[in-house]
């Protein structure tokens, strides 16, 4: 099936910048499209980061919005997320999803990735 694997994560201080990248791998047939970006802090629910319409267009959580940027390649299954100005409240795993093909041999519908840490110390 489907694999997605996220990268770029880490520690880095308020105000810096990271860029997380996320490629898929294996039965790539079955991705419709690459969806956008989640992130789990302790002890709270997943919540959206960035994402994309069904027009194509970004959008952002208000908590990141100017600080956030997001691009998706289709055609090489990959999802960049870049962030800037980050804060102590970014710190989370974040995880990428893309869509999957209304496919019998598919079976997803959505496909996730097991998640990259990012820790933003004050």
């Known amino acids: 099936q489907v694999q997605l694997v996220e990268s770029g994560g880490g520690l880095v201080q308020a105000g810096g910048s990271l860029r997380l990248s996320c490629a898929a791998s294996g039965d790539t047939i079955c991705i419709s499209h690459m969806e956008g970006w989640y992130r789990q802090a302790p002890g709270k629910e997943r919540e959206l980061v960035a994402g994309f319409t069904s027009g194509g267009s970004p959008y952002f959580a208000n908590s990141v919005k100017g600080r956030v940027s997001i691009s998706r390649d289709n055609a090489k299954n990959t999802l960049l997320l870049q962030m800037n100005s980050l804060i102590p409240e970014d710190t989370a795993v974040y995880y990428c999803?893309?869509?999957?093909?209304?496919?019998?041999?598919?079976?997803?519908?959505?496909?996730w990735g097991k998640g990259t840490l990012v820790t933003v110390s004050s």
């Open positions: 999803n893309a869509a999957g093909l209304e496919r019998p041999y598919c079976g997803d519908m959505h496909y």
